[in-house]
């Protein structure tokens, strides 16, 4: 179930809000909390219900296991719930990798696999493994089976993040605060999905189809239609992935449950790391806690600090999908921010807004790996931005700036006037730079909004208009990682 859906958000939705506060009112926490897990449940097997068992045992599997770690502090006994956790995220996502790596690398002639991914694997399952650790580390409670299933499968968050931990989400479930109704938190929630619902169905799937025009349909791209493209990929992405947290903050708040963060203004950071800290937040708070830091982290010097950065930036990359694009959009952080330390030191003083567009520049350059579907493709489209396969004008451009047009020019971008389908791009980009590089992040428009007079309103109007734009109905881009 997605939820820019009107299955979701004029059915499922208002049912599950009215019968769990009604729950609450009427009868237990512990009735009202087992109704919200079969509620996730719903959500979760709407999608495909074949994979609803295999969530089912993993959720079930892993509280058990917690339960054993946190009494006896056994090693093998963690270490056997890790590999049980990663098991079948390497058999349902690698398989077709390692086989493709082993044909190239020793002659082998395996066959291509096609497995269907179980929907939300990578995040219910770091989610598990950091349970696990901490009950090795003695950092858990003795949660009850309900409390943990809900903080696995809670619906807001179970699809596609933010990636939450035990400690931020169950001590919420079980708070006498979470039972009653809160208007405030509920318009919060509201104002929170409408600025998501408006992200993803009005800019990230507007910007969708010159992305898989560029990266799909074309064969070669010249120096502005890969700009053009790869541009458009740069914020439809982040409109599409944030607009996803921003409505789980919000579904969220709806039920008293403080999700947190995930995007705080990423484009305008001004250093990788800074960006790092901005970006996909709680999944690099995942890999700093449970891979940099037991790996070593800072406290060996330099090098080994630099080591470990590429690392674990490399696991991050690795995490988000099978194919060396994202083995190389991985290594390609890790080298940008462990390049940043000793560049740190040197103390230059860089302009902000230099820093802040050297920065996009490489996050830019990168997100062409994360998107193409081949290595080939990749080089291919870099090749582009760097003016590699020609500098052709878009069409009337070059008439504007009194440049005949050439024979064999090809234009797929009109500016001005043309197809019909594309001479608005230039407007969507403009109009998304200025929204990633210029305006707050939803977090501080909503909480630091001076006039808020006309905010019900603005608000309003988004969630309205988001849901005109319902029509064009697609998934979100990280449900396939």
Known sequence: MLFNSYVFIFLFLPIVITVYFLLQKKTSNAIS??????????????????????????????????????????LPTLVFGIVLNLAPLLYFKYTAFLLEISNFLFGTQFKDVSLTLPLAISFFTFQQIAFLVDAYKALTKEYDVTSYSLFVSFFPQLIAGPIVHHKQVISQFRSLKSRYFSKHNFILGISYFSVGLFKKTVLADTLSRYVTNGFDNLITLDFFEAWFASLAYTFQLYFDFSGYSDMAVGLGLMINIAIPENFMSP?????????????????????????????????????????????????????????????????LHGIGVSAHLPLSRLRISIPKVVSIALTFFYVHICWVFFRSKSFERAVDLVSSLFGINGFNLPKNVDRILGIPHLPDEKPWISLIVGNESNKYLLIYLVVSASICFFLPNTRAFLTNIKNRRYLPYFIAGLLAIGIVFISRESEFLYFQF
Do not use: C
């Open 33 to 74: 909390q087992s109704f919200l897990v079969l509620a996730s449940y719903f959500f979760y097997a709407y999608w495909n219900p074949h994979f609803l068992p295999f969530i089912l045992i993993s959720i079930y599997a892993n509280y058990f296991i917690g339960l054993r770690i946190s009494k006896t502090r056994s």
């Open 267 to 331: 484009y305008q950071a001004r250093n990788l790391r800074d960006f790092w800290k901005r970006w996909h937040m709680t999944l690099g708070a995942w890999l700093r806690d449970y891979i940099y830091v037991p790996i070593g982290g800072n406290r060996l010097g330099a090098l080994r600090t630099a080591r470990n950065l590429f690392i674990t930036f490399l696991i991050g990359g690795i995490w988000h999908g099978a194919g060396i694009n994202f083995v190389i959009w991985g290594a």
